[in-house]
């Protein structure tokens, strides 16, 4: 979790990778009122699959 916090990716080998990505700033839009609002930049965690376990899952 800290490493994460601190924007380095975490790497489990045979599991997968979890990667830390900046969002650019965005247009958005309010869906109950329709108001067009700019969100704030911001960081997000990706997993990327292991090879291994997306043959485990895929049943190869």
Not at 22 to 27: G, L
Request: charged content about 45%; aromatic content about 4%; proline content about 2%.
């Amino acid at each position: 979790k800290r490493r994460l916090e601190d924007g380095e990716d975490v790497l489990i080998s045979g599991f997968g990778k979890f990667c830390v990505k900046e969002k650019k700033v965005r247009k958005g839009r309010n869906p109950s009122t329709g108001e067009v609002m700019m969100l704030d930049k911001r960081r997000v965690v990706t997993f990327k699959c292991s090879g291994k376990l997306k043959k485990k899952i895929n049943g190869k």
